[in-house]
């Protein structure tokens, strides 16, 4: 089946709180993936529901039964690591069959589950070769033939492609999408890296210090993110935050004034909002791929300090006054643009989000675009 429930799911080490109070539901059959920053918790919330780490508070539940108190083996998971984890003296036909020979299951049933699963895999050709003879790809693709052997109820992936070359990386998520179509089971993938979890997931969880911030397929949390958190996180770049002030609330959106200009945002305000919203510091989003030369209704000067000249874009970085903030823009790659020179940009309002003094976004107004948008202009990879 492959059902799983997270009900008020706390993990403490010490007096830190790792993960803060979690309630959630996956599917079944479901490509989930947990999204964050380094130390959001995302790996431990993963390590429990596989029974490696201990839950402090809370109930897992997986088709219906608790099983915080279940041994790994009998929870019906299969867990791939950010490591291969391969024993390096046994062929890759014995590192696949390997959970089988410790469940003890008889030989011909060994042969053909990891005949089955080398085919899915592709792996036909390398079944009596070691790992130390395999690049990473197909190393990453034999830990996985290895859960998948065990058939279990749900899988759960721990950074599996962190190790490999941004085009492998690219190739095995491909390969990943095929393989949860292929397979139709329910998918747990952890993940910092944003680009994995859009093209991949069906809805993403976005957790921030233990607590889920969002949770939404990859488009709703691009197009309507409920707070600066996860606006700035999914998107690549990032949005840009610019400080306004509320100038008047009308049946039809929120006016800001942005250095000068009298400027309307078709967002809904919450009624217990409207009479304190004007007068009040807001902060308006916008994100780089909207930004233009010429053709919005909002202008702003910048000099950006840094140009990007990618072919298919030019990413260009200006600092903001203050000095704490980069303004960030994507335009075509045909526009070649000098650094160090001063610059006019524009952006449309219909693009535009804002945000309260807290960080909480004021819902977008339905638009059926939406759904068709790009979710990601380009694709940048760090180390």
């Known amino acids: 089946m492959g059902q799983l429930s997270l009900k008020q799911i706390t993990k403490t080490f010490g007096t830190f709180e790792v993960v803060k109070d979690v309630s959630l539901d996956v599917h079944e059959g479901e490509f989930m993936v947990f999204v964050g920053p380094s130390g959001c918790g995302k790996s431990t919330l993963l390590r429990m529901i596989a029974g490696l780490e201990h839950t402090t508070d809370g109930d897992i539940v997986i088709d219906g039964k608790r099983v915080n108190d279940l041994a790994p083996v009998d929870r019906g998971i299969a867990m791939v690591f950010q490591s291969y984890a391969l024993y390096p003296h046994m062929s890759v036909f014995e590192n696949i069959a390997f959970p089988l020979r410790v469940e003890g299951a008889p030989a011909a049933e060994i042969k053909s589950k990891v005949e089955a699963a080398a085919q899915i895999l592709h792996l036909e050709n390398r079944l009596d070769q070691r790992p130390g ?25 721990d950074e599996p492609l962190s190790n490999l070359d941004a085009a492998l990386r690219a190739d095995m998520r491909i390969e990943l999408t095929r393989l949860h179509k292929q397979l139709g089971a329910t998918m747990i993938y952890v993940t910092h890296d944003q680009i994995e979890a859009m093209t991949m997931a069906n809805r993403i969880v976005v957790l921030n210090a233990g607590d ?52 309307h945002v078709e967002v809904e305000a919450p009624a217990s909002l409207r009479s304190h919203l004007p007068g009040a510091p807001l902060t308006l989003g916008v994100r780089p791929e909207h930004i233009t030369l010429g053709g919005g209704n909002a202008s702003m000067t910048v000099t950006p300090s840094v140009m990007e000249y990618l072919g298919q874009n030019t990413i260009g970085y200006a600092p903001l006054p203050g000095g704490e903030e980069t303004f960030c823009f994507v335009l075509p790659g045909t526009q070649k643009v000098p650094a160090d020179t001063p610059i006019d940009v524009t952006f449309s309002t219909a693009d535009c989000h804002l945000f309260d003094s807290d960080g909480r976004a004021l819902p977008r107004r339905a638009n059926t675009e939406d759904l068709g948008a790009p979710a990601l202009q380009i694709e940048r990879t760090t180390g």
């Open 133 to 157: 003879n395999l690049s990473g790809g197909q190393r990453q693709r034999v830990a996985i033939g290895r859960a998948i052997v065990r058939e279990p109820e749900i899988f759960l992936f």
């Open 212 to 263: 889920i911030a969002q949770v939404g397929a990859p488009l709703e949390l691009y197009h309507k993110p409920q707070n600066t958190f996860v606006a700035g996180f999914i998107g690549n770049p990032r949005m840009n935050f610019l400080p306004v002030t509320c100038t008047e609330v009308t049946g039809t959106g929120v006016t800001v004034d942005f250095n000068g200009q009298r400027l």
